[in-house]
């Protein structure tokens, strides 16, 4: 597999020389190494870092980049690859480096965590809390290599069939129980669904679906309705924009968050907006930046 994925980067980079860029392929050398390569590389001046991964490599690379000048565009390589179905880049990586020359650089709102015992954590995509961070925690980086996606679909089935733990999700002063509460920047929703269904990276603000209930065979319904396209209205779940909310947890349980389908720590936490706060290369095409 290595060798494939080392092939698809060459063809790329090749791609991209040919049409006039200035290139150098640097590696990674293990997790929770990006954002510091992505740092060096601006502060020797790139003006552009191209991610060939997936989309924690991205996070890694955002929270390297944040604040700066510098453009990040994407290069799928990973397991959903939302970020890059989101822009309508899709699943391609030479596809996506023959794009490069027509995108453009657009200044972006990112979300911030703040998690109990875990640095701050920026994201460009979503952070989940109950339900879907619980199947996240289990998967384990063999399982999630060796079967794609559908490692969090064998989790959720294993993981997911138990009673859930509700947690209480502060917006806008007004309190809400939820055991899946889902902050979301973009609306695609792991490469195959759309559970936030207005939202874009050029709004400024969170979609917060918040879905309800102990009970795990009522998330039967709720994912038949996602599917569907019919979860307005539908009860136990409610929609919300805001900028900022809290989470926290009942004392006697431990429920899990994610970012960007990363584990990340646990409850308690607040998520905010940080205003364009960073510059992502998008393509031209308006409705690649929404999902349509």
């Known amino acids: 597999m290595r060798g494939r994925a080392d092939d698809f980067i060459a063809r790329a980079t090749r791609i991209l020389a040919d049409s006039g860029q200035e290139v150098e392929a640097l590696p990674t050398t293990g997790p929770k190494t990006a954002a510091a390569l992505a740092r060096n590389c601006i502060d020797r001046g790139a003006d552009l870092i191209l991610v060939a ?22 290069l799928p390589g ?4 939302v970020l890059a179905m989101e822009l309508g880049i899709g699943k391609k990586l030479e596809r996506a480096a023959k794009l490069v020359p027509q995108c453009t650089p657009e200044r972006i709102s990112l979300g911030l965590l ?3 015992g875990e640095e701050p954590r920026y994201f ?3 952070a989940g809390a109950g339900l879907d961070a619980h199947i996240v925690y289990h998967i384990s980086a063999r399982m999630k290599s060796a079967l794609g996606k ?12 138990r009673i859930l733990p509700e947690l209480t999700v502060e917006a806008a002063g007004i309190e809400y129980r939820s055991s899946f509460t889902l902050a979301s920047r973009v609306r695609n929703y792991g490469g195959d669904l759309e559970i936030a269904r207005s939202i874009t990276l050029l709004d400024h603000d969170f979609e917060v679906v918040l879905f309800r209930g102990v009970n795990p065979l009522r998330y039967f319904k709720y994912l038949t309705a996602v599917i569907l396209g019919k979860t307005e209205g539908m009860k136990g779940l409610t929609v919300l924009r805001t900028d900022s909310l809290k989470l926290t947890s009942p004392a ?14 646990k409850l308690p936490a607040t ?11 998008m393509p031209p095409a308006p409705g690649a930046r929404n999902g349509t």
């Open 78 to 81: 990973g397991t959903a690859n």
């Open 252 to 265: 006697d349980r431990r429920i899990y968050i994610q970012v960007d389908g990363e584990y990340v720590g």
């Open 271 to 281: 998520i905010e907006i940080v205003p364009r706060s960073l510059t992502l290369l």
């Open 114 to 116: 703040h998690c109990a």
């Open 53 to 74: 991964g997936g989309d924690g490599t991205m996070n890694e690379v955002i929270n390297g980049a944040v604040h700066s000048d510098t453009a990040i565009g994407i």
């Open 124 to 126: 460009a995509l979503m």
């Open 150 to 161: 559908v490692a969090y679909w064998i989790s959720g089935v294993v993981h997911g069939l």
